[in-house]
């Protein structure tokens, strides 16, 4: 199972109920092609943010109740009013695309937190939603599972983010540890580095764990899913700590063997 980008989306799981695939399937193509007009290709900002405004017309003609004019929106308005899935959390998405574009830097945690609750949360809230499952508690847990899904791919991507001029890192933690931006510029591991690696390890499994009972909470297929998806997690940070914390030359990911590991702890969860 990847934990990356939005592939957090469960989109051809066989634990996903065939029902529920093709509404997945337009909420994914939503995010991840917003997404890519964010960061891929070589476009510069103001096409960018303008590629993202486009999007949000398209949902303000959904939310009218008007017929989009792009056959994909088309999908995603009939998918919005079958399960009558709340338009707010694609905004909330949009919301995050455009700062990606424009915010390089991160003061502190609470900024941090700010975007995840943008840029990975709205995915749980929707799959709630799907599921008919979207209590307050519920909400609450996805919420804490899907910030840290996002954070553990910031740590993840450390030297990929820096390739596109970005950190995600919290400014003020590099300064409490001793990490400049030089640090991360030179791919240097040393111990200041893993000290403030092994903090945002901890601190992210801290949260994941925070919202954990929400995967034995659900039954059927959905708890499974998110079962794996949080074992999933874990077991990323357990390889960026296997690695003694250097994520510049070797991204930590899953192999056939982590899948196994995986699989045992969902059963034992």
Not at 130 to 149: F, R
């Amino acid at each position: 199972m990847a934990v990356n980008h939005y592939e957090n989306f469960p989109v051809a799981s066989f634990l996903l109920p065939a029902r529920l695939r093709p509404a997945v399937r337009a909420l994914y193509t939503f995010a991840r092609s917003a997404d890519d007009i964010a960061d891929e290709g070589d476009a510069n900002d103001e096409q960018r943010i303008a590629g993202l405004n486009s999007y949000a017309a398209q949902l303000a003609q959904i939310k009218r109740g008007d017929t989009p004019d792009d056959a994909q929106f088309q999908v995603l308005q009939q998918t919005i009013a079958q399960y009558q899935l709340p338009i707010q959390p694609l905004y909330q998405l949009l919301s995050a695309f455009k700062q990606d574009v424009v915010k390089k830097r991160y003061a502190n945690y609470a900024e941090l937190l700010d975007y995840c609750d943008r840029s990975a949360n709205p995915v749980g809230n929707l799959i709630l939603h799907l599921y008919g499952a979207a209590t307050p508690q519920n909400l609450h847990d996805s919420d804490a599972i899907c910030s840290a899904l996002q954070l553990i791919n910031f740590w993840q991507d450390v030297a990929i983010d820096w390739q596109k001029q970005r950190i995600y890192i919290p400014l003020d933690d590099m300064q409490r540890f001793g990490v400049s931006e030089q640090t991360i510029g030179e791919q240097i591991c040393d111990p200041a580095w893993r000290a403030l690696m092994q903090f945002e390890v901890q601190r992210t499994r801290e949260l994941m764990l925070s919202g954990s009972q929400l995967a034995c909470r659900l039954p059927g297929r959905i708890g499974l899913e998110l079962r794996a998806v949080v074992q999933g997690g874990l077991r990323i940070l357990e390889k960026i700590e296997l690695k003694q914390e250097n994520v510049f030359q070797d991204r930590p990911k899953l192999n056939k063997w982590d899948s196994l590991v995986i699989a045992w702890r969902v059963i034992w969860m």
